[in-house]
């Protein structure tokens, strides 16, 4: 038995040294899209970054940081090996899980013959979740999932390490995991089913159905009051304690936190001594459970410190404790409907006020306004399509096959919990980990983009149409990953295995794996259209699914028993497990989980920034239009003279007053508002009434009436108060030619290009204190500062500004010229074209899409674009006569960017540049650009030809495009007499156009 454990725990090691290696070898070496960049500037400065912060994440990302040894190009780097560790740990500890749980199968006196069996059986787990497409995705990058995914595992191996020993000392320390982990991730919380499971089947003599439904009850009991009464209401009541000593005992802000904190430890402390005195043992359990969930829960004071330091990066100020419950309960984020409640046409009746907020104010907190519970006239249990969002009504309706005035049913909600929630939400990315996935583009339903596929064609072709010949969209895409359903099969063989030995084993697992797969589905109740794939949210259930494979090689090794002898079975089994799981996956999913040699994010950030003119203004989307930026500036210092404004964080008043100060080289921001004007609950909604003005406004005036706390200037709300409005959507601001010149916002011979004022309209029926703050800048900034929109935020965003918006890289510059209303381009092909040229020759750099070995659906949306806006500026020097340029920046494309077609809506970039290269006489890289979307465009229309009718239809725009890049192309190279290639494109169009106008008319 000893030489057992030594073993066993030998391979433990062995295994998170092959894990880690693996990631370590596949590890992006700098900054990865998403909140990574976010993650690592926060971490490297101890900032405090968006809800609900993940402050022990954050501690250790910092110590990681160091190993950069002062150089600021390897700190994300070291943040992103932490996470590499956290994830090869994850795989030891799920190793010695399932050899925990496989040894109990058998008595004391077999352990030594079956311990090599158990040994396999954790190796071809542990390394099938070590391959796992989402697991893997996230152990390479520095995000909180992997350091998650760890707390997790080490719970659920504590678990059965007390039930082995029944030492409590271990419920203790998962006690203190459980708080620990609060500070990176909510995950380990959903473990705690299972161990109440565990210590249920332990303690009680006689198992039953119903003792094991009141455990799961209490389990879940036990999760609401750690993850609301702990982690939530115990901030609230430290922030009541802290307004009563501040408000009516005039003493500090925290004063009152920090004696209801000693009050708490001093309560707890005299709990455990007077248990230990009157030998209340379980209660003595209980209070020390209690105060080390307490003690790992503390991680969270590092955010209050922090936040009162004000770093640059502060999102929502959690000051106080007031806003620190706001932070943690993500009030940000809104609500959404559980049990009962809306549906999405339904309309407000009226609402009922549900208590008081308060604001942080000088030397008192203040009432910042009223929390409100809307009540709406079409409420249903469990809502599931509540969502009144356009784009999600539209979605719902055509997911349930519902007409545009059809009320939803109960039956339809329960239909679209099932098939999208459930269905496609979930069991797709379960089905991505195991069966097998299409490819890396992110799928909303279509049938071409982001489905699980096994890769046996028959079984395919009954969901996705023909599997005869996939087209390069599909087969070649780097993320068509073909797994044959084997390690769901030998998953589902060792749950059935499992299910015949040790029921309550199997219930232990299944409870893992629902609670941290299907509730989670269930408690977030997910809207449709999310930015990007959420298949990291469910990582703990495949963890679980993983456990059953291991016992998938126990029972192969069982079946082969009765044919072979004993040793010959277990290699076998050993064997075909490993080769039908992990080695399978290892092979499929290599080539697109590494990405070694990617510096995409951290390059497109640079360009990004160097788009700009010195000491810019730069308004920008979340996530990936900002957070990369905020890595290039916090931590590798670049371009820190751009004040980077995420317009997201900008309705937040604590935001706009970080921009009134001096950040890194950004000098602050002319922004006039005295704060009390955009503080918390003031001018959160400004609505539009119609004050019949028939003139364009000038911006200033308008201001000053939107600020102005005048009884005169504000309109009487349904509440009785009043707020201030907006009388006009016709704005306008006087320009000052000599002021553009003196600046250098243009030069002085273009000086009679510049416009007398700029007018334009709003375009929606409201305004809020973000508009507030782009119009007191616009305002008062007189053109000292360059200002800039970034290219793929909403079109709201610009406020109205789109004709006085120029090109010029990544990011669109507000230039007041006068404008042709001749001129019918839209701001997406104005480049203001000198500038441009300079910035994408001499300040751009590409090399990251070379470098890269796998270029994930984000880098090559990047990489698109900046196709796009290559082509554009070439157009652009050729109307202004500039070839050379033109084909300087042409020819710098096709050098740098990457020239494969992913999809068939790529094609219309490359058209466009074939054109242009034809119109540059660059004959070789047109017919050569020519022929490889010729061929593309061939095997795609090919495959949708040989669909059935009705899936054609379903990719009726893909045809078109299609259809019209060949005649395009076609008549292009026909126009500059290349005879054979427009012949080849004519026969492709004819050919192509009669098939589907026959199958579809």
């Not at 250790?60 to 190993?67: C, D, N």
């Not at 046996?456 to 599909?474: E, H, T, V, W, Y």
């Not at 201030?724 to 273009?750: C, E, G, R, W, Y």
Request: charged fraction near 20%; charge should be neutral; include cysteine.
């Amino acid at each position: 038995m000893k030489n057992y454990c030594r073993i066993n725990n030998l391979v433990g090691f062995l295994l998170f040294g092959i894990a880690t290696i693996v990631y370590w070898l596949t590890m992006e070496p700098t900054v990865s899209f998403w909140d990574c960049g976010e993650f690592i500037a926060a971490s490297n400065k101890l900032q405090v970054g968006h809800q609900p912060g993940a402050p022990l994440f954050l501690m250790i990302g910092k110590l990681f940081s160091l190993f950069a040894l002062g150089d600021a190009t390897k700190i994300a780097y070291w943040i992103n090996f932490s996470s590499v560790l956290f994830s090869g740990a994850t795989i030891m500890f799920l190793y010695w899980t399932i050899t925990a749980m496989a040894s109990k199968l058998y008595p004391e006196e077999k352990t030594k013959l079956e311990s090599p069996g158990v040994i396999a059986a954790g190796i071809v787990g542990a390394l099938a979740y070590t391959f796992s497409d989402t697991f893997w995705f996230s152990a390479v990058e520095s995000e909180v999932y992997a350091l998650s995914t760890l707390f997790t595992a080490m719970v659920f191996w504590s678990i059965l390490k007390w039930e082995k020993s029944m030492d409590n000392r271990w419920l203790v320390f998962i006690s203190f995991l459980v708080g620990l982990s609060i500070g990176a991730h909510l995950l380990s919380l959903l473990a705690i089913p299972a161990l109440v499971l565990v210590y249920y089947f332990k303690k009680t003599k006689e198992v039953t159905w119903l003792g094991t439904i009141k455990a799961l009850a209490v389990a879940c009991l036990i999760v609401g009051l750690v993850q609301i009464v702990i982690v939530q209401y115990l901030v609230l009541a430290a922030a009541k304690s802290d307004l009563f000593f501040v408000n009516n005992l005039g003493l500090s802000f925290g004063s009152g936190a920090i004696v209801f904190i000693l009050l708490l430890i001093g309560i707890t402390s005299y709990g455990i001594y007077y248990s230990i005195q009157h030998r209340k043992y379980n209660l003595n359990l209980s209070l020390l459970c209690f105060a080390f969930i307490i003690f790992g829960f503390s991680s969270y004071f590092v955010i209050l410190i922090r936040a009162n330091a004000k770093p640059s990066i502060n999102l929502s100020n959690p000051d106080s404790p007031f806003s620190l419950y706001s932070y943690l309960g993500r009030t940000n984020y809104g609500e959404t409907p559980l049990l009962y409640g809306k549906t999405y046409d339904a309309k407000q009746t009226d609402y009922k006020e549900t208590g008081t907020e308060y604001r942080k104010g000088t030397s008192k907190y203040e009432e910042s306004g009223k929390s409100f519970k809307v009540n709406y006239d079409k409420n249903i249990l469990f809502p599931r399509m509540y969502s009144s969002k356009p784009d999600h009504i539209n979605f719902y309706q055509q997911w349930m096959g519902l007409e545009k005035e059809q009320a939803p049913t109960m039956s339809d909600n329960l239909g679209f919990f099932s098939s999208y929630q459930v269905g496609f939400m979930y069991m797709r990315y379960f089905l991505w980990n195991f069966v097998g996935r299409q490819n890396d583009i992110q799928g909303h339903g279509n049938l071409d983009e982001g489905n699980w596929l096994s890769g046996i064609k028959p079984l395919d072709a009954i969901r996705l149409g023909s599997q005869n010949k996939l087209p390069p969209s599909i087969q070649d895409n780097k993320g068509h990953n073909v797994l044959y359903g084997l390690p769901f099969l030998l998953g589902m063989a060792g749950l059935i295995f499992l299910y015949r030995k040790n029921k309550q084993e199997t219930l232990v697992i299944a409870t893992l794996f629902f609670f941290t797969g299907l509730a989670i589905i269930l408690y977030l109740n997910q809207d449709p259209l999310q930015v990007r794939e959420r298949d990291y949210a469910y990582v703990g259930s495949f963890y679980a699914f993983c456990i059953f494979i291991g016992f998938g090689v126990l029972a192969i090794k069982e079946a082969l028993s009765r044919f072979t002898p004993k040793k010959m079975s277990l290699v076998l089994a050993a064997l075909t497990g490993f080769l039908i799981a992990p080695a399978l996956m290892a092979v499929q999913g290599w080539d697109d989980h590494d990405r070694s040699g990617k510096t995409t994010a951290r390059d497109w950030a640079v360009n990004y920034l160097n788009s700009c003119a010195p000491n810019a203004i730069l308004f920008t989307n979340a996530d990936n239009d900002t957070f990369p930026l905020w890595y290039a500036q916090e931590v590798e210092g670049i371009r820190t003279d751009v004040r980077v404004i995420c317009l997201q964080f900008l309705s937040d008043g604590n935001f706009i007053n970080q921009l009134r100060k001096q950040q890194n080289k950004s000098a602050a921001l002319p922004i006039t508002m005295a704060a009390e004007k955009y503080q918390q609950g003031v001018r959160d909604y400004i609505p539009y009434i119609d004050y019949g003005f028939t003139d364009s406004v000038e911006l200033k005036d308008l201001l000053t009436v939107l600020t102005s706390d005048a009884k005169d200037d504000k309109v009487q709300m349904n509440d009785g108060s009043y707020e201030n409005f907006l009388p006009t959507k016709k704005l306008k601001m006087t320009i000052d030619s000599d002021q553009l010149v003196k600046t250098n916002t243009i030069k002085a011979a273009d000086k009679a290009k510049a416009a007398g004022q700029m007018e334009w309209t709003v375009d929606k029926n409201f305004i809020g204190k973000a508009d507030l703050a782009m119009y007191d800048i616009l305002v008062h900034n007189n053109w000292e500062r360059p200002i800039y929109f970034a290219t793929s935020v909403s079109p709201d965003t610009y406020i109205g500004l789109d004709k006085y918006l120029y090109l010029e890289g990544y990011a669109y510059r507000l230039l007041p010229l006068k404008t042709d209303p001749k001129d019918e381009r839209n701001k997406s092909e104005i480049t203001n074209t000198e500038v441009m040229y300079d910035n994408v020759m001499h300040k751009m750099d590409y090399s990251g899409f070379k470098s890269a070995k796998y270029l994930d659906i984000e880098s090559r949306r990047i990489g698109e674009s900046t196709w796009t806006f290559h082509n554009t500026l070439a157009t652009n020097l050729i109307l202004a006569g500039k070839n050379a340029q033109a084909l300087a920046v042409m020819k710098k494309s096709a050098k740098e960017l990457p020239l494969k077609n992913y999809s068939i809506q790529d094609t219309i970039n490359r058209f466009n540049s074939i054109r242009l290269f034809y119109e540059l006489k660059d004959l070789p890289q047109a017919n050569l650009m020519a022929k490889e979307t010729l061929s593309f465009l061939d095997l795609e229309l090919q495959y949708i030809a040989s669909l059935e009718p009705e899936l054609q239809r379903r990719r009726l725009r893909e045809i078109q495009v299609g259809l019209s890049i060949l005649n395009g192309l076609e008549e292009l190279s026909k126009a500059n007499q290349q005879a054979e290639l427009s012949k080849a494109f004519k026969s492709r169009f004819s050919n192509y156009e009669s098939i589907f106008v026959k199958s579809i008319g």
